[in-house]
């Protein structure tokens, strides 16, 4: 397996880890959310759903874009920090023009 074959078999590993990841992520959502839902429903006495169901009501949806923005917003700031933060002649950093196979592995 050369070195192109070997990284794509890395790859593929990854993203199944992550599409697991959210997978799972997303049942824990839907069971805690579902009984937390279900007790405010009867508080009020209205209806209450399954856990398989709670995926289909608007508060779970409104949830999950909640976090995902929240993720979505860290994450930007993470990359825009990073090259702001980047100078050339930094002590704190690598050499900008260098390229990899000067720099090592780190």
């Known amino acids: 397996m050369n070195s192109v074959q070997g990284g794509m078999v890395a790859c593929q590993r990854r993203m199944r880890i992550c599409t697991g990841t959210c997978r799972t992520k997303r049942r ?13 429903q009867r508080a009020h006495a209205a209806p209450v759903v399954s856990t398989i169901g709670y995926p289909g009501t608007s508060r779970f949806w409104f949830e999950s874009f909640q976090n995902w923005q929240s993720e979505f917003l860290s994450v930007a700031a993470i990359v825009l920090l990073s090259i702001f933060l980047r100078q050339k002649g930094s002590p704190e950093s690598k050499p900008v023009d260098a390229p990899h196979s000067q720099t090592g592995n780190d």
């Not at 579902?34 to 405010?40: G, K, M, P, R, V």
């Open 28 to 40: 824990l959502h839907a069971g805690g959310g579902a009984n937390e839902y279900n007790e405010e």
